[in-house]
């Protein structure tokens, strides 16, 4: 059972970085996936944040993250992480990754990845 397992999410000051990780663990009959990151904020839709392939030579954000967040994975490691900077009080939200198990691009939809993480909080104050 595959199981997606994310961390770092916790209270910042508008302004500040912090950085999400997620662990994929467990018996898999595929080998390469593509990972995403989603958030949902209290009271709202979950939202497609940033992807990443398999090889890290595509990857896809949301508008409104362009230039602050960077996504990046280690394979090595069946880890992928979010680099968020310059955060601002909007960007408070459960983080939730979510894996994709194709050697290809996968992009906003959510019908496209198969597994999910639990999530972590992120909280931005003003």
């Known amino acids: 059972q595959v199981q997606l397992a994310e961390s770092g999410g916790r209270l910042v000051q508008a302004g500040g970085s912090l950085r999400l990780s997620c662990v994929v663990s467990?018996?898999?009959?595929?080998?390469?996936?593509?990972m995403g990151w989603f958030r949902q904020a209290p009271g709202k839709k979950r939202e497609f944040v940033s992807s990443?392939?398999?090889?890290?030579?595509?990857?896809m954000y949301a508008d409104f993250v362009k230039g602050r967040f960077t996504i990046s994975r280690e394979n090595a490691k069946d880890t992928v992480y979010l680099q968020m900077n310059s955060l601002k009080p909007e960007d408070t939200a459960v983080y939730f990754c979510?894996?994709?198990?194709?050697?290809?691009?996968?992009?906003?939809?959510?019908?496209?990845?198969?597994?999910w993480g639990q999530g972590t909080a992120v909280t931005v104050s003003s």
């Open positions: 990443i392939n398999w090889s890290s030579d595509n990857t």
């Open positions: 467990g018996r898999r009959t595929f080998s390469n996936y593509a």
């Open positions: 979510a894996l994709s198990p194709t050697v290809g691009m996968t992009g906003p939809s959510e019908k496209a990845y198969d597994y």
